[in-house]
């Protein structure tokens, strides 16, 4: 089954572009390509981070201007579209998953690389213990400048 899991993730990051650049224009664009042990590292203190429930160690992750896309946007009424732009826009979106009511746990599966971004595939008590992965692409600061939260099962629009 994890083979199978693995797979598919592949699959997803090819499909969703993650793998889109190459090692030559990321090297071009000043950015190191990204490497194994970063990513897994970055993975850990992630999850860590989100299991802490500290929005401003959770945003410092991201750059200024960064961009989210996540069905769960749409989902919960903050844009049709699923995107949101800057902190503050993101802010807003996080901050009721990790108030202090908040139960929300990360258990991370797997942290996958490629040029400029990495995959953290992890499990997430939130809906039931849903599947998830979170492609984040990096500047050349380490920060992150774009984020795209899949999910499986797959969060749909509600039919009303």
Known sequence: MKTIGRLACCLLLSLTGAIAMTIHAAEAAGQKPLTQAFAEAFARDWVDTWNSHDIE????????????????????????????????AVRAYWEPAVGPASTLQFELLQAFVSVDSIAIHYRSNGSGGRLCVEVLQFNADGLVIAGAAHYYPAIEPSAN
């Open 57 to 88: 160690r959770i945003l410092s992750h991201y750059s200024a201007d960064f961009e989210m896309r996540s069905p769960l946007i749409a989902l919960r009424g903050f844009d049709a579209s699923g995107r949101l732009k800057g902190k503050q």
